[in-house]
């Protein structure tokens, strides 16, 4: 059966919990098999018999909408994509001074060019953007709840997208990409 690294939108935030024991065991009921989780932000490494990451994020967000009582998007990735991410990302030239936090978004779908351009073209102080693929690789030269750039300015285009700490995109694709 395919592996896949599934991201969960906003878990374990807002009012949103759920043990990801509860979550591992629910989704085993479900018929997801080889269930990890990475920290309580909604990180698992799953296997799955549907072959299509669509089917597979609708099939995930339907069970854990049963499992949690409300919705929780879902953004699929297969191990070589985690992988290309987590080695994309560390060959990028941090483009500001100082100590900088890094940031990837996990985008549901393609950007459209005005995301990209958008992105691409990010000037704020202390602030820049870079899209790949279906990944916005963003660095912060203040705290992220300072920051101009944030989830949902990425998704006022209608995308659905997570972001995770670099930190945590490393350890991912060291343990579960290919």
């Known amino acids: 059966m395919p592996t896949y690294i599934a991201f969960l939108r906003a878990i374990n935030v807002g009012g949103r919990f759920i043990k990801m024991a509860d979550l591992r065991t629910g989704l085993s009921h479900k018929g997801f098999g080889d269930i990890e989780s990475h920290i309580q932000s909604g990180n698992l490494r799953l296997t799955s018999s549907l072959r299509s ?41 941090v483009p500001l001074e100082g100590e900088v936090r890094r940031y990837v978004t996990f985008l549901k779908d393609d950007p459209d060019d005005e995301l990209i351009a958008m992105m691409n073209g990010w000037v704020v102080v202390g602030e820049r953007a870079q899209v790949a693929g279906r990944e916005v690789y963003m660095w912060l030269a203040h705290p992220s709840h300072k920051a101009k750039l944030t989830n949902a300015r990425i998704e006022r285009g209608g995308l659905v997208a997570t972001t ?15």
């Open 164 to 178: 995770r700490d670099w930190k945590v995109v490393t350890v991912l694709g060291e343990r579960w990409g290919a």
């Open 53 to 93: 990451a669509a089917k597979l994020e609708l099939a995930l967000e339907t069970s854990l909408e049963e499992l949690c009582g409300f919705t929780v998007r879902t953004i699929v990735r297969t191990p070589e994509q985690l992988a290309e991410v987590a080695s994309y990302g560390a060959g990028l030239e």
